[in-house]
């Protein structure tokens, strides 16, 4: 979480300096972030103590999870780069991949923890708010760029699983 945060800080100092902050270390997020950050330190550490070869046992499952979590930081931070000022830590009426690096990263994480409650939390949640948001956004796309936006939804997927953005059928 250190290096995420971090390298969230050093990304926009390099792709958009002009809005570097110290809330560009998105420490501060939401109280839902530090919810779901605290809940799965609480679950890493309950389960280590119950059952202590559980986390032992899944090295899998955490080695899969940092890979995870590794391509998931990759894709977010190359998407940041690529939109270099187009990208800041504020909702925007932009789609780019750096939602779906978030996603993967965000599970990533729980994976490599073997928080088995939290990684089956994690996915519904940052899936119910990408899909939430991504919904938003493409309407505001669609009115704006309107047929042009349609091809280009048929051509780039979000990056996330089943979410298809807001499909609109022969305009």
Request: with cysteine; proline share 5%; hydrophobic share 50%.
């Amino acid at each position: 979480m250190a290096f995420f945060h971090y390298s969230e800080f050093l990304t926009i100092a390099v792709s958009n300096p002009d809005t570097l902050s110290v809330d560009s270390f998105i420490l501060n997020h939401s109280p839902q972030y530090k919810i779901a950050a605290v809940s799965s330190w609480i679950e890493f550490w309950i389960e280590h103590a119950l059952w202590p070869d559980l986390k032992n046992v899944c090295w899998p499952l955490s080695a899969l999870g940092l890979f995870v979590c590794v391509c998931g930081e990759a894709v977010r931070k190359l998407a940041m780069l690529t939109a270099r000022t187009n990208f800041n830590h504020v909702v925007q009426s932009e789609k780019h991949p750096a939602y779906a690096g978030w996603f993967y990263w965000a599970v990533g994480t729980q994976m490599i923890l073997v928080n088995p409650v939290c990684i089956v939390a994690y996915l519904a949640a940052s899936w119910k708010f990408f899909k939430d948001r991504i919904t938003i956004e493409e309407v505001t796309l669609l009115n704006f760029f309107q047929y042009d936006y349609v091809l280009y939804q048929d051509r780039i997927p979000t990056g996330l699983p089943f979410i298809r953005g807001y499909p609109i059928k022969d305009l």
